[in-house]
């Protein structure tokens, strides 16, 4: 039997691994079919839990974002890039490439009721987006050209129709959310953020804390988008002063961005407190980073702000609220 796991890789896709070895592609008649169902779905469920967590973060915040974007909650998976298509194909009972892979909890898409998981899809708008070129296995390029394209018509119309296999079709009306795409990899322990997505290694250790901590992680990797982190990075270096101060400015954030998605602020000062002594400080650059009871006592600071604004009648609007410790503009951090 194929080793299902290794068959799932980045950018929220589920990408089989074609086995190096093999002189040619395996038959999906000698595969264990139902094993291989199985990983995916553990997959596609680690993937909705993001999905479902990150779509509170960026709807509930939508208000205090700079450019927000419309959004249906959508994320559609591409056989094609699989490392065996064939196979994923049997696997899922598909027999064209586009199907649907999550609808984020509480999304247009899935309060439309017609975004089940695996659903295929044979046409957006005027497209049929099996019909495009595909690339090679495992490069998730036309995936992502067409999730740009959905984006382009929810820009232009605030709705674009999508026709199922049965011939059905649905046309949920987007609504306003941060900008931002949240992605699960199968590759790596990390939680990232690239300017434009937030990308989760499906061995996170976060994954074990439950929703809310995992929330708080999250939260922290949305904030360095929201406040445009990379690019400022980009434009003057990363030295430790530097990347100190943008790793503060995502930690006074994340209770903000927690306590607008419905979350308890309070989660942000206790992931620190939980994440520490399973994680270390490994993946950080040495000295970039405040000690770990330094940041949950930053973040506690934070929510008592925010517990003060409500009893006082006010909305958490973080972009009025929580200053900057970067000069977006003229490139100063300070100490």
Known sequence: MLDAWRWLTGCALAAMLASPAAASAPDPADVDLSAERAAIARFQDADQLLQD???R???GNADFCPDPRPSIGLQLQDLASYGEPDIARAALGLERDFAVQTAARGSPAALEGAFARNREITRIGDTDP???KAGARLEWKRLVQVHDAIDGALKADGSTRFT?????????QAVSVCQTRFELSNEGERAVADGKRVVI???FDGFALGEGLLAAAIAHELAHNLLAHRDWLDRNGRKRRNIRATEREADRLMPWLLANAGYDPAAAAQFFREYKPQNGGAFLLRGSHDQWQDRAEAVETQSERISALRKAGER???SVHVGRLI????GRAKP
Do not use: H, M, Q, Y
Request: proline share 11%.
């Open 53 to 55: 967590i990150g779509w």
């Open 57 to 59: 973060l960026v709807r």
């Open 130 to 132: 099996n019909a495009l």
């Open 164 to 172: 199922f296999g049965d011939g059905s079709t649905a046309a949920p």
């Open 201 to 203: 290694g499906a061995r």
């Open 316 to 318: 958490p609007d973080w």
């Open 327 to 330: 000069d977006p503009d003229k």
